[in-house]
């Protein structure tokens, strides 16, 4: 069965640097678009960054443009969220999400598989 490993979150003052990473097996993940969602406590998981198989890339939060880059290693089906310039807002609990998909995707009800999630706190 298809499983998503995140991990890499922790607690990081305002201003530093996290990379979170998920791992992925059970599926063809370099025919897989990725996404990384979070949910803050009391609000709505949202799309901070989603990647094709074939590398396009999207950012929907203004919030985390410029500070936040998604990679991935399709030879280690692995991608990876680069979190820089952290802010106390950006405190949540962070899931990697996939679909077997070439069109990048940008609502939680469009993938199929999630992680468990890996919490992130920024400290002010």
């Known amino acids: 069965q298809v499983q998503l490993v995140e991990s890499g979150g922790g607690l990081v003052q305002a201003g530093g640097s996290l990379r979170l990473s998920c791992a992925a097996s059970g599926l063809t993940f370099s025919r897989s678009t990725m996404g990384w969602f979070r949910q803050a406590q009391g609000k709505e998981r949202e799309l901070v960054a989603a990647?094709?198989?074939?590398?396009?890339?999207?950012y929907p939060v203004a919030s985390v443009k410029g500070r936040f880059t998604i990679s991935r290693d399709n030879a280690k089906n692995t991608v990876y969220l680069q979190m820089n310039s952290l802010k106390p807002e950006d405190t949540a609990v962070y899931y990697c999400?996939?679909?077997?998909?070439?069109?990048?995707?940008?609502?939680?009800?469009?993938?199929?598989?999630w992680g468990q999630g890996t919490q992130v706190t920024v400290s002010s």
């Open positions: 990647t094709s198989w074939y590398g396009t890339s999207t």
């Open positions: 999400a996939a679909k077997a998909t070439s069109t990048v995707l940008t609502t939680k009800r469009d993938y199929d598989y």
